[in-house]
């Protein structure tokens, strides 16, 4: 017992030791929040992307309204070429639909029969699905993050 506790005040004294034990307990800590902010910052960051792509469709919607399902197709194309180049990402979903609107009702994806026909309204909505999987996940810390993004432009 005495050389333990003779040992423990030898190490108490030693400021090189208690730099080490220091060291120890904040690196870990440190490293942890390195990686926090770097997956926060990626996080952030994809977001951005995908509000670029989708508001870049919308802007190709307002300059020139698709008239038929290819029109539509290639805008799709532009969308997932912008937040995909590559194809590589599995979870990447866009869509460019045609949607309809009676008044104030909901929108539905085929034309009905308005009471007035001045009342129906033809939308184009772009809508991306992503999933971002952050490192810590690896960990057993945290969850993948779903994003889904929705903008409809209004044609008729």
Known sequence: MSTASSLLGR???DSAATMA???AVVAPVLALLALGGFEASSLVARKSELDSA???AAAI???SP???????????????GSIDP???NPYDIVTVDEIYRCGTGSYVPTKPTCAMAADLTTYIEVKVIDKYVPNWTKFGVG???DYLLVRRVLVA
Do not use: F, N, Y
């Open 66 to 80: 698709p008239a038929d399902a290819a029109a539509r197709e290639a805008i799709r194309s532009v969308v997932q």
């Open 11 to 13: 190490v108490l004294r």
């Open 61 to 63: 919607v307002r300059a």
């Open 54 to 56: 989708v508001a870049e």
């Open 21 to 23: 034990v220091e060291t």
């Open 143 to 145: 969850s993948p993050v």
């Open 86 to 88: 590559t194809g590589s």
